[in-house]
């Protein structure tokens, strides 16, 4: 029975996420022109990796350790992939549904976010976690 319940709460985290996914591509259309628009369109439609993620939106932020965020700029690897699904790294009832997003996505992937929180509080950058997940989890890392 809560087995069911999880499952459907997971179909309608991802119906939210696949909602917000468009609104944020409408957004950038408005800000960027066409072509570019294009290719973004193109590999929005396929899911990023963790790997990916990790990789291209760490570079927006100071990697800390030991805590999600520091309220500013700085995430650790989980802020990271947080604030990939949403979060702005400060409103702590929006951080609750971020990571029950950011679990869903790191599970279907086959990765631990003890892992994760471990490599990272450990000194690897978040360029390294990505390798590291490309060396281990390759295909599982893939194919979300």
């Given at each position: 029975?809560?087995?069911?319940?999880?499952?459907?709460?997971?179909?309608?985290v991802s119906q939210?996420?696949?909602?917000?996914?468009?609104?944020?591509?409408?957004?950038?259309e408005?800000?960027?022109h066409l072509?570019?628009?294009?290719?973004?369109n193109?590999?929005?439609?396929?899911?990023?990796?963790?790997?990916?993620?990790?990789?291209?939106?760490?570079?927006?932020f100071k990697?800390?350790r030991?805590?999600y965020t520091?309220?500013?700029?700085?995430?650790?690897?989980?802020?990271?992939?947080?604030?990939?699904?949403?979060w702005?790294?400060?409103?702590?009832?929006?951080?609750?549904r971020?990571?029950?997003?950011?679990?869903v996505a790191l599970?279907q992937?086959?990765?631990?976010?003890?892992?994760?929180?471990?490599l990272?509080?450990?000194?690897a950058?978040?360029?390294?976690i990505?390798?590291?997940?490309?060396?281990?989890f390759?295909s599982?890392?893939?194919d979300?």
């Amino acid at each position: 029975m809560a087995h069911q319940q999880l499952l459907k709460q997971e179909s309608s985290v991802s119906q939210i996420l696949s909602s917000h996914k468009k609104q944020l591509m409408q957004n950038i259309e408005q800000h960027t022109h066409l072509p570019l628009t294009r290719t973004i369109n193109k590999q929005s439609n396929q899911e990023s990796s963790i790997s990916q993620i990790i990789r291209t939106y760490g570079k927006q932020f100071k990697q800390i350790r030991k805590q999600y965020t520091d309220g500013f700029e700085g995430r650790c690897v989980m802020g990271v992939i947080m604030s990939y699904y949403g979060w702005d790294g400060k409103c702590i009832t929006n951080a609750e549904r971020r990571l029950y997003a950011a679990l869903v996505a790191l599970r279907q992937a086959g990765i631990s976010k003890e892992l994760l929180i471990e490599l990272n509080d450990s000194g690897a950058t978040f360029d390294e976690i990505a390798d590291y997940l490309d060396r281990n989890f390759g295909s599982a890392n893939t194919d979300r």
